[in-house]
């Protein structure tokens, strides 16, 4: 499990993240939540190792982040950026990438880099772009594809930046599905989301950021009640009860 201790980050001497403490629970999927500039990324970045800690420290089943190498942290975390340049490869190519961990010298990838790069592509409904080149594809089918290389990675937490982006209403619920299904597994799975409605109904956990701070954190129950986010986002967040739980929406 990844733990954060006192966690602050930022840009220089400004601190854009401040004192975050928080479990990265496996069997659970965790939410941040935030208005612009808040500093999810930023936190996201730090917890995948790719921005530097400022204060505090992070743990890896026990272990300081910073002394596993590059290989052991790709075994234990995936990071899915917000966006990236996009390679002149197939789909399936992109997707073996996430294998890269697991290969040793020579890299040649072997038949469950292939099954597992299938399997990732099937859940993520990425499998029929297969042989497609990623620089053809629209917006939601790259961040299919993105989502699979993701899943091929296997580890045991997955940070995903805005993953809902560019996906239409369809695979904006399938994504979430999919990340409630990694949990039921046993991954952490750690989102960053604009939509609260969506992230109110499929988290275990949700995180409110306010300026680099957290202000809130607990189960959408809690944070629902507690008028925080409608304090936070300046928006009135109402919800009625269906057949199948809660559902939220904008006032
Ligand atoms: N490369 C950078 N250099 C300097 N400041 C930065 C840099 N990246 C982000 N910041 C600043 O850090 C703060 C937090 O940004 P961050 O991207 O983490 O927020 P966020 O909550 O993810 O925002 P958004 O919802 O808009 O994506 C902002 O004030 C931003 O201007």
């Keep these: 499990m990844i733990e954060l201790h006192h966690v602050s980050a930022g840009y220089g001497p400004k601190l854009v993240v401040e004192?975050?403490?928080?479990?990265?629970?496996?069997?659970?999927?965790?939410?941040?939540?935030?208005?612009?500039?808040?500093?999810?990324?930023?936190?996201?970045?730090?917890?995948?190792?790719l921005h530097p800690l400022a204060g505090g420290q992070i743990t890896v089943d026990g272990v300081p982040a910073k002394d596993l190498t590059r290989r052991q942290a790709a075994q234990k975390i995936t990071y899915m950026p917000q966006s990236r340049t996009v390679p002149n490869i197939t789909a399936r190519k992109m997707v073996l990438h996430g294998r890269f961990p697991y290969l040793s010298y020579p890299r040649r990838y072997r038949k469950e880099d292939y099954d597992a790069a299938r399997r990732a592509m099937e859940r993520s409904d990425a499998w029929e772009l297969a042989d497609s080149p990623v620089q053809s594809l629209s917006g939601g089918q790259r961040q299919k594809v993105y989502l699979a290389m993701a899943m091929a990675q296997e580890t045991q937490t997955i940070?995903?930046?805005?993953?809902?982006?560019?996906?239409d209403i369809q695979h904006q619920l399938n994504l979430m599905t999919v990340a409630q299904q990694m949990a039921q597994q046993g991954t952490a799975v750690v989102l960053v989301l604009h939509d609260l409605c969506l992230a109110l109904r499929?988290?275990?956990?949700?995180?409110?950021?306010?300026?680099?701070?957290?202000?809130?954190?607990?189960?959408?129950?809690?944070?629902?009640?507690?008028?925080?986010?409608?304090?936070?986002?300046?928006?009135?967040?109402?919800?009625?009860?269906?057949?199948?739980?809660?559902?939220?929406?904008y006032d």
């Design 159 to 167: 940070l995903m930046d805005e993953p809902t982006t560019y996906l």
């Design 202 to 249: 499929f988290s275990h956990r949700c995180v409110l950021l306010q300026e680099g701070r957290m202000v809130q954190q607990g189960t959408p129950e809690e944070i629902f009640q507690s008028g925080a986010l409608d304090q936070v986002f300046q928006a009135r967040i109402c919800r009625v009860d269906t057949p199948d739980g809660w559902r939220y929406y």
């Design 19 to 49: 004192d975050i403490s928080l479990d990265l629970r496996p069997g659970q999927v965790l939410t941040l939540l935030g208005p612009n500039g808040s500093g999810k990324s930023t936190l996201l970045r730090t917890i995948a190792g």
